[in-house]
């Protein structure tokens, strides 16, 4: 197994430790999936595509905050019981970001992506380590992606989910994406940002495939 496949399999491991430890909180899924304006029918939740769905898990993990705390930050690994692997991807959860980002190149026999920030231009590419998406983007077409990326021992990868975009929409995108938020506090800017970006998608998404790498 690679380091990369240790790395996804700690973080699969590891998420539903994080839920079981957090358990007495509220964290609620219907109010969770309401407030990122996933769609439901009393308290079932609708998910039209696996990225959805992944999603939905990346948001309650991450943007969803009781008394300014998201799940993530909520989690005592001690009381979790993470191993120490577990504990480092927990800790590169905490510390990731979301942006919009361009795909520049595609580099199949590395199996990474290099990433322009679309939102931070000034910030230095990234590499992402991503064997379903390299493949899928080589033999395609290079996308813009809104994701989460989550850098553990020198390796970037993405929290679980992206939401794919033609290039060709990224203008328009970006400018309804300032328009959105030019009043926004930044306390409430994560947030908005992702509740934004899953609209767009599900208005204007490219539906994509996942495999399991580990």
Same mark, same amino acid.
Do not use: C, M, P, W
């Given at each position: 197994m690679t380091l990369y496949q240790e790395i996804r399999a700690a973080g699969k491991s590891m998420q539903p430790k994080a839920? @079981? @430890?957090?358990?007495?909180l509220d964290f609620d899924p219907v109010r969770i999936a309401k407030r990122m304006t996933l769609r439901t029918? !009393?308290?079932?939740?609708?998910?039209? +595509?696996e990225t959805v769905q992944? @999603? /939905? /898990?990346d948001f309650w993990f991450h943007e969803y905050r009781l008394t300014a705390k998201s799940l993530v930050e909520s989690v005592d690994p001690v009381t979790a019981g993470l191993e120490p692997l577990e504990t480092e991807v927990l800790e590169a959860h905490r510390q990731a970001r979301t942006s919009f980002l361009q795909a520049e190149a595609v580099m199949p026999w590395e199996q990474q992506i290099r990433l322009r920030d679309l939102l931070a231009p000034d910030r230095t590419e990234v590499l992402l380590t991503d064997m379903g998406l390299s493949d899928s983007m080589e033999r395609l077409a290079p996308l813009a992606l809104f994701c989460r990326l989550v850098a553990v021992r020198g390796i970037t990868m993405t929290s679980g989910f992206s939401f794919g975009f033609d290039p060709k929409r990224v203008p328009g995108i970006l400018e309804a994406y300032r328009q959105k938020t030019k009043n926004v506090p930044p306390a409430e *800017?994560? $947030?908005?940002?992702? %509740?934004f970006?899953? =609209?767009?998608?599900? =208005? *204007? !998404? %490219? $539906? =994509? @495939?996942? =495999? +399991? %790498? %580990?």
């Open positions: 839920l @079981a @430890a957090t358990r007495h029918s !009393g308290k079932t939740l609708i998910f039209d +595509d992944n @999603a /939905f /898990f *800017l994560s $947030e908005t940002r992702f %509740v970006f899953f =609209q767009k998608y599900r =208005q *204007l !998404g %490219v $539906e =994509q @495939a996942y =495999q +399991d %790498v %580990v």
